[in-house]
């Protein structure tokens, strides 16, 4: 009885985590704004330079 206690808990500890997982991996901007903020940053720091 107290191995399926400990099995329960454990099932629910990895489908939190999982689930944590995921909505991060959502939040991770995609390549292509990654480009676009590196290229305004990029042309942001040259015009700083040119001044």
Do not use: W
Not at 19 to 35: C, G, N, T, V
């Amino acid at each position: 009885m107290v191995t399926y206690v400990c099995l329960g808990l454990l099932f629910l500890f990895v489908i939190i985590n999982v689930i944590q997982y995921r909505s991060k991996q959502k939040l991770a901007p995609s390549p292509e704004q990654l480009s676009k903020l590196v290229l305004s940053i990029l042309k942001s720091s040259g015009q700083r330079d040119r001044e």
